[in-house]
């Protein structure tokens, strides 16, 4: 066995499926088809393509076929021709017995088997066959009639693995036919003769040739182009909006729900894992006819309410509904995920009769507080009721989250300063985390708007502390407070700078504007030697030129401080201390 070191590369392996479509007699035959290979030692493969037709094509089988291979780097190595081996007409599989599918559907396999040696590459090979075109009537591609397709495999070299590999194939062919608004599963599994671990995803199908260039002879080297979507189309959105399609990243099981009318292209990818090193990414594209069946559905499922429960919080509820109400119908429950039946919810259950004439019935729920910080908890709710298409029975499911309610915190401040007579308006704000939004706010005094932001303008606010409440509830009924919040009316102090001490009534106190804003002023007065003359700690608007003693002092010029005290001090900005005024007034007598 040849040794090889791993190295991850980029590279791409299609296989191309495309629904039943009618060709023309110039290129539109190939319905799609699959290559890989099988090491048979000392660097032979044997190469398999798997090709489908159209039965009703006047186009056979390209016979010789003939393909290309290109070094791991994209460079031509060598073009191969191969004879076709053998082709069989494939049977129509639905899997829903309550559905009939049309009959008018002919789909064709061809088999080439080719054995090749290529010589040791530490890059790897790829093998690529390319065909024009698809047919006019695909519905989400652009320009399909004048765009074909490809099929392409990677045999990856010693940069990837340390042994020859094994391509890994799809077990199944696609259904050929979907019933609008019907959901079919299918099992989109790919088999790994290595035992490699495998992935799915849904994937952009790949283009080859064209109207002007219907057989490329050699083929276009990697990497290859996906295909372009019309409007409303996509990767993920194959069917059109509305139409769901959906992948089991580990199982391949697809499930598919579409509800337009017409022809669609879709493609999966499964990647190869080798010791966690990815060494193979296959494309599988294909196309789906999709009609109107009559189809009869005997149960359905749905939930009413959010689909994620709070514990105490909301309820949700399970809603059973079905079509034939002419007899008793015998519900079979079951119930899974992480959450506890009667410990983290109400326990249910394991059966339910829905009794004749009665349409649907509804089993409610909710998330159960238990005390414990956990992780999000899941109920997958399944009914399993007798199948009237072929006397089996039919489970359907759905699920419902359970999640830890996480209680509110709030953020606010505790209060703040304004000046309303300069015309300030203040606001205060409140900030809500966790909990269950939308939020109601409740401030206090109002009425104000349920707002985490108030405005006080218009508000006649009060000298120094006015106080506020907020309470707020979110939508599990829980509340939250921040109290209280504290709006200081404090205006600027401002001292006259000349009184008259005459006696006669006018301008014969020293008036501080704003005294009430603050609890108390610490008035201080010194004469021109610095000497305190007159000092009050609480001082009420009543000096009329004495000093401590209350006898009148001599006219001249003072100089005073004044020191407002409150529970809220305005700050200087430059040395964050006390504002303190102070300047000189005039005695005149």
Not at 181 to 200: C, E, I, M, R, W
Not at 524 to 541: D, L
Not at 552 to 569: A, C, L, M, N
Request: with cysteine; hydrophobic share 35%.
């Amino acid at each position: 066995m040849v040794q090889f070191f791993k190295h991850r590369v980029p590279f791409c392996l299609l296989f191309l499926f495309i629904g039943v479509f009618s060709f023309d007699a110039k290129a539109t035959h190939i319905l799609g088809g699959e290559v890989y290979y099988d090491s048979l030692g000392n660097g032979f493969y044997k190469v398999t393509f798997e090709i489908y037709r159209d039965c009703n094509s006047a186009t056979a089988y390209d016979n010789p076929l003939v393909y290309t291979v290109f070094y791991g780097d994209g460079t031509y190595f060598n073009e191969f021709v191969v004879d076709l081996n053998s082709s069989s007409i494939l049977p129509i599989v639905y899997d829903d017995p309550c559905v009939t599918p049309p009959n008018n559907i002919c789909v064709e396999k061809g088999i080439y088997i080719d054995t090749i040696q290529l010589p040791f590459n530490p890059s790897g090979y790829h093998i690529s066959y390319q065909r024009c075109c698809w047919a006019n009537n695909v519905d989400n591609i652009v320009d399909p009639g004048n765009n074909g397709i490809t099929l392409t495999t990677f045999i990856p070299g010693s940069d990837l693995t340390a042994v020859y590999n094994q391509g890994a194939r799809f077990v199944n062919y696609p259904p050929l036919v979907l019933c609008a608004q019907n959901t079919l599963n299918f099992n989109h599994v790919a088999f790994d003769p290595d035992g490699d671990s495998l992935t799915y995803e849904l994937a952009d199908p790949l283009e080859g040739g064209s109207i002007a260039n219907i057989i490329p002879n050699p083929e276009s080297p990697p990497p290859y182009l996906g295909v372009q979507w019309n409007p409303g189309f996509s990767t993920l959105v194959p069917f059109g909006v509305g139409s769901n399609i959906t992948i089991d990243p580990l199982t391949g099981l697809m499930s598919f729900t579409p509800n337009n009318i017409g022809n669609f292209v879709a493609g999966v990818k499964v990647n190869e894992y080798r010791n966690g090193i990815l060494i193979n990414s296959k494309i599988r594209t294909f196309s789906f006819r999709v009609v109107v069946c009559q189809v009869d559905i005997p149960i359905s499922v749905d939930i009413t309410g959010p689909p994620q429960l709070i514990e105490d919080c909301g309820y949700a509820g399970f809603i059973i509904s079905r079509a034939d109400t002419t007899t008793n119908l015998v519900v079979q429950i079951g119930l899974g995920g992480t959450a506890t039946n009667g410990a983290d919810y109400p326990y249910i259950s394991d059966s339910l009769v829905i009794p004749i004439g009665v349409s649907a019935d509804t089993i409610g729920i909710e998330a159960l507080v238990d005390g414990l910080v956990e992780n999000t908890e899941t109920v997958f709710f399944s009914v399993i009721v007798p199948n009237p298409c072929n006397g089996s029975f039919d489970t359907t499911s759905i699920s419902l989250n359970l999640v830890d309610y996480q209680p509110m915190e709030i953020d606010a401040l505790d209060s703040i300063n304004v000046c309303s007579q300069s015309g300030q308006i203040p606001e205060l704000w409140c900030s809500i985390s966790n909990g269950v939004g939308p939020y109601q706010y409740n401030w206090e005094p109002g009425p104000f708007p349920n707002n985490d932001t108030i405005s006080l303008g218009g508000l006649q606010l009060q000298p120094n502390q006015n106080t506020f409440y907020v309470n707020v509830q979110d939508f599990c009924g829980k509340t939250i407070s921040f109290n209280p919040i504290s709006v200081y009316n404090q205006c600027p102090l401002e001292a006259p700078n000349v009184i008259t001490v005459d006696g006669n009534g006018i301008n014969d106190v020293f008036v501080i504007q704003h005294l009430g804003d603050y609890d108390a002023v610490h008035l201080r007065i010194f004469n021109r030697w610095g000497n305190v003359i007159y000092e009050n700690e609480t001082y009420q608007n009543d000096w009329t030129g004495t000093d401590i003693s209350g006898k009148p002092i001599t006219e001249g010029v003072y100089f005073y401080t004044i020191t407002p005290r409150s529970v809220k001090y305005v700050y200087d900005d430059q040395e964050k201390t006390k504002f303190t005024l102070h300047g000189f007034v005039h005695i005149l007598k």
